[in-house]
T-cell receptor, first 116, second 111 residues
Framework: EAGVAQSPRYKIIEKRQSVAFWCNPISGHATLYWYQQILGQGPKLLIQFQNNGVVDDSQLPKDRFSAERLKGVDSTLKIQPAKLEDSAVYLC??????????????FGPGTRLTVL | DAKTTQPPSMDCAEGRAANLPCNHSTISGNEYVYWYRQIHSQGPQYIIHGLKNNETNEMASLIITEDRKSSTLILPHATLRDTAVYYCIVSFSSNTGKLIFGQGTTLQVKP
């Protein structure tokens, strides 16, 4: 079974530039998550999708971050404009989205963003 | 904020059991205890979860105290590849609840 795919793996940009990350979840997984992990900290949830609808985006800085999940499969996370403090690893995860049972999340390898 | 407390770091000798503690004194009756680990430069990996009873799978065992205020993850025969950050998380079913990661425990397995 293929895992969660993310691209690019690494990205270096100047502050105030824009950047986009792509995620392809495990086939058949209805729930998709984007996390931000700053060096030395645990991952922090940015946004959660159930199919193509947003379940939770309370921690997403909406003035500069946006995310979409068209057709309930792939997802993109965009930052525009980037700030120095956005330097982090951006992790995508997916899960089956089962309502009646606990639901394991499977993580991709992440995209390491450096903002100069 | 994370609802768990873990020691920041631990060492373990290769081949010995690694016992990683976690305190979750404010856990509610229908919250599960999850363990994930993150090997350097990889995404987190699910290990095990439990509600009340002890659980075991091919990777580890989870021991939850009767009052559910603490738990221990046991890696029965640690190898160098088990060196990672281990996160203990309490959450409802993760379809509706968040996984709130704390700082975790950095486990160093030494030869």
């Amino acid at each position: 079974e293929a895992g969660v795919a993310q691209s690019p793996r690494y990205k270096i940009i100047e502050k105030r530039q824009s950047v986009a990350f792509w995620c392809n979840p495990i086939s058949g997984h209805a729930t998709l998550y984007w996390y931000q992990q700053i060096l030395g900290q645990g991952p922090k949830l940015l946004i959660q999708f159930q199919n193509n609808g947003v379940v939770d985006d309370s921690q997403l800085p909406k003035d500069r971050f946006s995310a979409e999940r068209l057709k309930g499969v792939d997802s993109t996370l965009k930052i525009q404009p980037a700030k120095l403090e956005d330097s982090a690893v951006y992790l995508c995860a997916s899960s089956l989205g089962a309502i009646t049972s606990t639901d394991t999340q499977y993580f991709g390898p992440g995209t390491r963003l450096t903002v100069l | 904020d994370a609802k768990t407390t873990q020691p920041p770091s631990m060492d373990c000798a290769e081949g010995r059991a690694a016992n990683l503690p976690c305190n979750h004194s404010t856990i509610s009756g229908n919250e599960y205890v999850y363990w994930y680990r993150q090997i350097h430069s990889q995404g987190p990996q699910y290990i095990i979860h439990g509600l009340k009873n002890n659980e075991t799978n091919e990777m580890a065992s989870l021991i939850i105290t009767e009052d559910r205020k603490s738990s221990t993850l046991i890696l029965p025969h640690a190898t160098l590849r088990d060196t990672a950050v281990y996160y203990c998380i309490v959450s409802f079913s993760s379809n509706t609840g968040k996984l709130i990661f704390g700082q975790g425990t950095t486990l160093q397995v030494k030869p």
